[in-house]
């Protein structure tokens, strides 16, 4: 350096750490992976479930190779857990019919006013019916 001559100054001065904001940082990251975990763990739970429901039910078909109505019935108690429903029905449709066939903790006045509508066609009259005619899932 000549004689005389001054350093030049930085233009940007360091700040330093602030120890506060790591801190919060692996704080949040540690949520996000309790959350990813809850998430995953709750995905293999439902997971499990639905192995375990079809297992019921292919055991039910091996059981009953000729009589359907033990697999409708498995079908409907499976359905009503997997779902978390209070209750399921399950309805076959031979191409022109739609028909109930089954059902899981339906009361007797539901099951009374259900099978005074079917069988009976697809069309507007019922969510199951309109399901079938468009194929879709029924508002």
Not at 30 to 47: C, S
Not at 90 to 96: I, N, P, S, W
């Amino acid at each position: 350096m000549r004689r005389g001559a001054k350093p030049a100054k930085a233009k940007v001065k360091p700040k330093p750490p602030i120890a506060h904001k790591a801190q919060k940082s692996e704080r949040s990251r540690v949520q996000d992976l309790e959350k990813h975990l809850a998430e995953a763990q709750k995905r293999e739970a439902e997971a499990l479930e639905q192995q375990t429901a079809t297992s019921e039910i292919l055991r039910v078909i091996s059981a009953s190779p000729t009589d359907v109505q033990p697999v409708f019935d498995a079908i409907a108690t499976a359905a009503t857990a997997l779902c978390a429903a209070e209750n399921a029905g399950v309805f076959l449709y031979d191409g022109t019919l739609i028909h109930f066939v089954a059902h899981h903790n339906w009361t007797v006045k539901d099951l009374d006013a259900i099978r005074q509508v079917f069988p009976r066609p697809p069309g507007p009259g019922t969510v199951t019916a309109r399901a079938i005619l468009t194929r879709a899932v029924a508002p």
